[in-house]
């Protein structure tokens, strides 16, 4: 696969997905959201809704609908309904229909959805989607109180976690400090490249979860560096991260051959990944990320002379097996 230039167009309308544990705090955000003065006009999707009485706010339910794609690959999967929703959204913008809606951005809220894979994927797979909307981050709501029970019992706790861009751990009142510390370092074990914010009844500022453009594939990779020391980790998670690095060049070819590789059979085990390529013979960064099967490079800006130029990727699925991966990675330097 060739690097494409697909700078964002500003015309695009962003779309934040907000996610999260049962009873983490979703609503409460939500509520917070909508009354605050913030100027944005914000169309709201959801699966459930209650009681949000703000009258010049769109909220629209959704009914479940999930759609494999044509290839059959079980983890590509497009909402028809969200598809269908956006596309409305997009016709009462323009006065079609007899409607009218007035909205710069979308917020999708995901009550009752456990895998928010088929979400983001609508973003990248749907061309009619992508060319008037881009996913500007995933927003994972964890209950501070009960995050090591939900991440213990299941699978589904521990996909919101992975596929996160920000971390809001919610509930903090009912956690002292040392249990507070310990979730943070699980969490970052999982996703070490979500930020993480601690909340007292969903209170955030929005500029800290709205437009942060975390999606944005020319965005730079952030790793906490304290992540990068730590190895010792308590949990015994299914869901971790890997963080693959080589200071070689590589070959852009054998990057996309060796991913090629293993997304056909690993494409359901690996959620997301994320990273910087110094590419042999490119002046400029190559940025890829993917999620599941579908993956992207772009160019980024030019590397500078005083940079280290290393290729970084975070890898954050189930039961990844480091060695294989960071083998395979070495095996992808030019020659
Ligand atoms: N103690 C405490 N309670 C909170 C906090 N934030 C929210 N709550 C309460 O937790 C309960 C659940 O909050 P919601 O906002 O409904 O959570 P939700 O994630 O939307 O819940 P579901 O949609 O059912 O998954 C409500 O009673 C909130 O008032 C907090 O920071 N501390």
Known sequence: MAVENNAVSSERIPVTLLTGFLGAGKTTLLNHILSAHHGHKIAVIVNEFGEVGIDNKLVIGADEEIFEMNNGCIC?????????????????????????????????????????????????????IDSAYYLDSVITMVDARHADQHLDEGHEAQEQVAFADVLLLNKVDLVDTNE???????????????????????????????GINAFDIDQKLEIDPGFLQEEDHEHDDSVSSIVLREERPLDMDKIDKWVIGWVVNLGTEVFRYKGILYIKGVKQRVIFQGVHMLFESTSDREWREDERKVSEVVLIGRNLDREWFQKGFEKCVAH
Request: proline share 4%; aromatic share 6%; with cysteine.
């Open 180 to 210: 507070l510390q310990s979730l943070e370092k699980r969490l970052r074990a999982m996703n070490p490249h979500a930020k993480i914010y601690q909340t007292h009844k969903s209170n955030i500022e929005l500029e800290k979860i709205l």
């Open 76 to 128: 590509c999967t497009v909402r028809g309904d969200l598809i269908r929703i956006l596309s409305d959204l997009l016709d009462a913008r323009d006065g079609k229909n007899g409607k009218y809606a007035e909205f710069d951005r979308v917020l999708i809220e995901t009550t009752g959805l456990a895998d928010p894979a088929p979400v983001i994927q609508t973003f990248f797979i749907n061309e009619d």
